[in-house]
């Protein structure tokens, strides 16, 4: 993937990005005050630049998993989900965070909640970095978004083209 960067233009700097991040674990830490289990799951692998950023601003004490999701090629339409990893430990009557890098079209979150919530936590809620509110096919509540952002392909701080480009600090979107 030659020449990615030439093609990006910036939408947040990584400052940016840091500062959004500082508040959104003040708001998340506020609510979860008091909370002695919570879990916050990772959804590798775009979330996991945002997820470790965020827990690190977190005074809450967290356990940390991860989880891969992979959507069924061409089942758009029923947004079935496989899971290629799954959590290591029962997370029943606890507080679960889930940890998205974007929420598009909302399947993918939709079929996730659903699965989670099939495991009796005790509450279950969802961050995510950014938000195309206007991809949106399925509703869910989406408690805490970093950006609500525009109907443009995004790249970098996790996100990727093809798997390149996660690793770009700030975060960009090409150029139609
Ligand atoms: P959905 O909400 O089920 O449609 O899918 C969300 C997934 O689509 C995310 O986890 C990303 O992997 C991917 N995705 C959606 N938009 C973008 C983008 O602009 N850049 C990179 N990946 C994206
Ligand atoms: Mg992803």
């Known amino acids: 993937m030659e020449n990615l960067e030439e093609r990006l233009k910036v939408l947040y700097t990584e400052e940016e990005i840091q500062i959004?991040?500082?508040?959104?674990?003040?708001?998340?830490?506020?609510?979860?005050?008091?909370s002695k289990e919570l879990v916050i799951i990772c959804i590798l692998k775009g979330a996991a630049f945002f997820t470790v950023d965020l827990v690190k601003k977190m005074k809450t004490p967290i356990i940390f998993e991860v989880m891969q999701v992979s959507s069924y090629s061409g089942t758009e339409s029923t947004g079935a989900i496989s899971i290629k990893k799954d959590l290591d430990a029962s997370i029943e009557g606890k507080d679960v965070l889930i940890v998205e890098d974007i929420i598009d079209t909302g399947y993918?979150?939709?079929?996730?909640r659903q699965d989670l919530l099939s495991r009796n936590p005790n509450s279950l809620k969802i961050v995510v970095l950014a938000?195309?509110?206007?991809?949106?096919?399925?509703?869910?509540p989406v408690d805490y978004v970093g950006y609500e952002i525009p109907n443009k392909f995004v790249v970098g701080y996790g996100f990727d083209v093809d798997e390149y480009g996660r690793n770009i600090p700030y975060i960009g979107y090409i150029e139609e």
């Open 20 to 34: 959004k991040i500082a508040e959104m674990a003040k708001l998340i830490d506020a609510d979860y005050k008091g």
């Open 108 to 112: 993918t979150l939709r079929a996730l």
């Open 131 to 140: 938000d195309k509110k206007e991809r949106r096919k399925v509703e869910i």
